[in-house]
Structures are given as structure tokens and as C-alpha cells.
């Protein structure tokens, strides 16, 4: 990435080969339904829909590629060349936009962020080598979060444990089991489970954000999934036992 002062470009160009994972399987076909059925699908009876992103807007989806391409899509990535995090940003691009620490201390949530921000200022020019790379050509606005902003910036670039990482989440998972019912409850906290399910369905081919936390994108999905299978835990957009096993353990 360049730097906002020097303007410097990171020669990604330089990286070779085996770095980055396999193309992955198509998607299956519950994944080309959920991807054909219109800007808004309803869910009858649920009060929730899955709304698509307007025309010629960057995605969640974009953004996972740029930082699989980038670093891997590892959050805490510091390979001691000035550049950090996912995205790989330098200190003085991420202390431009706001931001304290170093990106790769920082939170998935606020990395995305940070990413975000930075594009909607700038476009795909901070990345030029995998934004060419990737075809990247959406030129629209993204949504930003202000969940990370404000009085509470400090406490998610700093929290009181280490960031959720996959691999940290997978052990948790895989040493005390799913912890039960996911829920709208969980929207504002990190949850193991929850990670690795979000990671899942991002993984099958759903623009979703994978941080944890069980927001209205994680229960849209869940919910849609639901509907279109006639997998249900009783209430849709909840992460259950029955879903659970259809989506991570299956």
C-alpha cells in the first residue's frame, strides 16, 4: 500500500507464487440460488431480508479477495517489511485515517474498517497490484461502521484478549464444542462458534463479514439459508443445533 504522505507504492508485484490458497470449488447450488434470487429476497413470515449491494458498489466479497490476495487474508500478519494486517497497511496510512497502534494489533472488524474508509476516499489505487491483479473495477461507495469509532475506538484497537483469529477459534470450537443457540444476542460480542460458522458460509461463497459478532448480515444469512434448505432451529436467522451440523459439521 502506498503511504498517505509519501505516496509510495508496496511492490506487491514482487511476490511470487504459493502463497495464496487453491481456487475453490463452485458454488453449490443452494449458493447460485441465494445469489439469483433478486436485489431483496423476503423471507415470509421472518421480518428479515437479504438486501444486494446497488449497482457498481464495492462488496464484503471484494474485500475478502483483496486481503486473501494481500496477506493471505491474515489479520495479524507482521513480516517486518513496514507492512501490517490484512490489508497491509503502513503505520502512517493507518494512523492517517484515525486509527492508534498498528493495524495488525488491531481488531478484524476495525481492520475491514479501516479498508473501507480508505477506499472510499481513495478507490482501489492503494492496492494497486492486487486490485489489478483481482479485477477489482467497482467504483461505488461501501458501507462503513461506526462501531469502532468514537469513544469506543481505543477499546477495539486495544481489547482485554488477543484478536479472535481463525485458528484461535477453531481450537476453542474444537476443544469445547458448539456452545448452543447463535442469535441476534451475540451481535455485539465475539463468539468462537460464530466465527467459524461466518467463516464457513464465507467460504461456500456469501459476502459475509467474519468477525464473531452475530450482526443483522450473519442473521440475514442464516435466515435465507434456512429458508431456501428447510434446515431450521426454530426462529429463522438463528444459528442453531440443526443448522449448526448442515453448515460447519456437515
Not at 490484512?86 to 475491514?112: E, I
Not at 461506526?146 to 484478536?163: C, F, I, M, R, T
Request: hydrophobic letters at 35%.
Amino acid at each position: 500500500m502506498p503511504s498517505e504522505q509519501t505516496g509510495q507504492l508496496r511492490p506487491a508485484e514482487r511476490r511470487t507464487g504459493g502463497r495464496h490458497r487453491a481456487q475453490p470449488q463452485g458454488p453449490s447450488t443452494t449458493v447460485r440460488v441465494l445469489r439469483t434470487t433478486g436485489a431483496v429476497t423476503a423471507l415470509v413470515g421472518s421480518g428479515l431480508a437479504v438486501t444486494a449491494m446497488p449497482a457498481g458498489a464495492a462488496t464484503p466479497d471484494d474485500f475478502a479477495r483483496l486481503r486473501q490476495c494481500e496477506s493471505g487474508g491474515n489479520y495479524s500478519i507482521n513480516t517486518g517489511n513496514g507492512f501490517y494486517g490484512a490489508y497491509q497497511f503502513d503505520v502512517r496510512t493507518w494512523q492517517g485515517l484515525g486509527y492508534s497502534g498498528r493495524p495488525d494489533q488491531a481488531a478484524p472488524a476495525v481492520q475491514d474498517e479501516a479498508a473501507y474508509r480508505l477506499y472510499n476516499s481513495r478507490g482501489w489505487s492503494p492496492w494497486p497490484a492486487c486490485s489489478r491483479k483481482l479485477g477489482l473495477s467497482s467504483n461505488g461507495p461501501i458501507g462503513v461502521s461506526s462501531s469502532a469509532s468514537g469513544g469506543s475506538l481505543q477499546q477495539a484497537l486495544q481489547p482485554a484478549e488477543p484478536a479472535m483469529t481463525l485458528d484461535k477459534a477453531k481450537a476453542e470450537v474444537q476443544s469445547s464444542g458448539f456452545h448452543g443457540t447463535i442469535s441476534a444476542a451475540d451481535a455485539n460480542k465475539v463468539r468462537a462458534d460464530a466465527y467459524v460458522w461466518q467463516n464457513q458460509m464465507h467460504d461456500q461463497g456469501f459476502a459475509l463479514a467474519v468477525d464473531g459478532k452475530f450482526g443483522a448480515q450473519s442473521q440475514g444469512v442464516a435466515a435465507l439459508y434456512s429458508y431456501l434448505t428447510k434446515v431450521s432451529d426454530g426462529q429463522p436467522g438463528v444459528v442453531g443445533e440443526n443448522l449448526w451440523n448442515a453448515t460447519v459439521t456437515g
